[in-house]
């Protein structure tokens, strides 16, 4: 005789939001691997729970993607790193490479660099053009103040579109960094954080050469009158 199916263990009974957490991390991982063509159904196998339970948390594929891009968000913009940048106490090549390796770890990791290209792909006018809206009025517009201290420049005239296309190119390095890291093969090996300083070594000397600046030494703060 067949033996009668055995029906799937069912999930362990947790907390809400331990549940919920756990839905979400593995979703990241899923998706990240699979895609927005990814399906619930795939999702809550990969899981080990039922589409039932899923739907509990998130009832719709769209709410769960929601969340996800909010998860994603907290970690691709650190308000610091404007402060950081323009921090003419250190060196220029030190705050970019500090910036950059702070980027890195937080935006270049494998599930989120692999999800924001999705998304990327995805949203023509949504997310990524928010995201690089703010990057362009933050992080990118210090970046050219930083340059214009360094060469010895004023900083009071508007930013332009040649220089912002300046600070790009060196964007562009690092995130092809991640792309050779988590999309390209074969893979990007070798220390991150040392290819980083490399990138960044490479850039400011070429943009010193191109306007004839040396680099300017660090300011020293001023202590305050008692």
């Known amino acids: 005789m067949a033996k009668p199916a055995t029906k799937p263990d069912r999930a362990p009974r947790l907390q809400?939001?331990?549940r919920e957490r756990l839905i979400i991390d593995g979703a990241i991982r899923y998706f990240s691997a699979n895609g927005w063509i990814g399906t619930t159904a795939g999702l809550a196998r990969d899981l080990g729970?039922?589409?039932?339970?899923l739907f509990r948390y998130f009832p719709t594929k769209d709410a769960l993607i929601q969340r996800i891009y909010e998860e994603i968000e907290q970690h691709l913009f650190n308000p610091d790193w404007t402060a950081l940048i323009e921090d003419e106490t250190r060196p220029l090549q030190n705050r970019l490479v500090a910036f950059y390796q702070d980027y890195?770890?937080?935006?270049?990791t494998k599930d989120r660099f692999r999800l924001f290209l999705h998304e990327s792909l995805a949203c023509e006018?949504?997310?990524?053009t928010r995201y690089y809206g703010l990057m362009r009025r933050t992080i990118f517009a210090a970046m050219v103040r930083a340059l214009r201290r360094d060469a010895g420049l004023s900083t009071a005239a508007p930013l332009t579109e040649a220089e912002y296309e300046l600070v790009m190119s060196l964007h562009g390095m690092i995130q092809g960094l991640a792309l050779r890291r988590w999309v390209y093969r074969p893979r990007l090996t070798g220390n991150v954080d040392k290819l980083v300083e490399q990138k960044v070594a490479i850039f400011l000397g070429g943009v010193r050469t191109l306007v004839g600046a040396s680099p300017r030494k660090p300011t020293t703060k001023r202590k305050a009158k008692g």
């Not at 729970?49 to 339970?53: D, S, Y």
């Not at 890195?104 to 270049?108: K, L, M």
């Open 49 to 53: 729970i039922a589409q039932a339970l």
């Open 104 to 108: 890195v770890a937080q935006v270049g």
């Open 125 to 128: 006018d949504g997310h990524d």
């Open 16 to 18: 809400p939001a331990v």
